[in-house]
C-alpha cells in the first residue's frame, strides 16, 4: 500500500492550496482518508477526514470552513483543499488511510496507512 501526497508548498497568507493523496494498493472505496498535520515542535493533529461509506466528512475546529476534504474513488485520491491560509496553518501535511470507528476518526491511531507528508509554508 502506498499513499503520495503532493501539492504543499510556499505560500502567502490568504492564499489557497490543493493537496492531493494517490492512494494504491488497497481498494480504496471503502477506506477512511484523514489528513493530519504537525507543525515544528508540536504534535501531529488532526485536520479532516472523510469516510468511504457515505462520504461523511469531519473537520478540527482550526479549519472548519476554511478546509474542504474531497475524494475521487474512480482515480484512488484524496483532496484537501485550503483557502484562506493563516500562518499557523504551516505544518507538514500527512494523508492516511484506515478504517477507524467514529471515536478514533480524529486520531492517529485510527488509521493504519499513510503517506510521506507534503511541507506547507504560509507566510504572513
Known amino acids: 500500500v502506498q499513499l503520495q501526497a503532493s501539492g504543499g508548498g510556499l505560500a502567502q497568507a490568504g492564499d489557497s492550496l490543493r493537496l492531493s493523496c494517490a492512494a494504491s494498493?488497497?481498494?480504496?472505496?471503502?477506506?477512511?482518508m484523514g489528513w493530519f498535520r504537525q507543525a515544528p515542535g508540536k504534535e501531529r493533529e488532526f485536520v479532516a477526514s472523510i469516510r468511504g461509506s457515505g462520504g461523511h466528512v469531519f473537520y478540527a475546529d482550526s479549519v472548519k470552513g476554511r478546509f474542504a476534504i474531497s475524494r475521487d474513488t474512480g482515480s484512488s485520491t484524496g483532496y484537501l483543499q485550503m483557502n484562506s491560509l493563516k500562518a499557523e496553518d504551516t505544518a507538514v501535511y500527512y494523508c492516511a488511510a484506515g478504517r477507524p470507528i467514529l471515536s478514533s476518526i480524529r486520531l492517529s491511531d485510527g488509521y493504519g496507512y499513510w503517506g510521506q507528508g507534503t511541507l506547507v509554508t504560509v507566510s504572513s
Open positions: 494498493g488497497l481498494t480504496f472505496g471503502p477506506y477512511t
